[in-house]
């Protein structure tokens, strides 16, 4: 069985910042990638960031410049460094692991959310 906890949201004012964390732990034989997701209501779910152990990263057009992904292997944790925030950033991020159960075995896993919400 494998655990995500996520924490860091928060209600922000514009041109504020945030940092978001997500751990991983469990059954986990190696990661492929971690990474950052959001969902308005009435929307789809999008890719915000990820990054793959090795440090590759990959972000949204929409927040390139403005957040950071970083990660801690040794804690199979990762960061969302969110800076000069926009109203429109207000969604529930959800942390996704990309991951191997076992050899052969690849499975992805959702965490429960955490609220982003940028107002005055």
């Known amino acids: 069985q494998v655990q995500l906890v996520e924490s860091g949201g928060g209600l922000v004012q514009p041109g504020g910042s945030l940092r978001l964390s997500c751990a991983a732990s469990?059954?986990?034989?190696?990661?492929?990638?971690m990474g950052w997701y959001r969902q308005d209501p009435g929307k789809q779910r999008e890719l915000v960031a990820t990054i793959t152990p090795d440090g590759r990263r990959n972000y949204a057009d929409s927040v390139l410049g403005r957040f950071t992904i970083s990660n801690d292997n040794a804690k199979n944790t990762v960061y969302l460094q969110m800076s000069t925030l926009k109203p429109e950033d207000t969604a529930v991020y959800y942390c996704?692991?990309?991951?191997?159960?076992?050899?052969?075995?690849?499975?992805?896993?959702w965490g429960k959310g955490t609220l982003v919400t940028v107002s005055s």
């Open positions: 996704k692991l990309d991951y191997y159960r076992a050899y052969g075995v690849r499975m992805n896993f």
């Open positions: 469990g059954s986990i034989f190696s990661i492929v990638a």
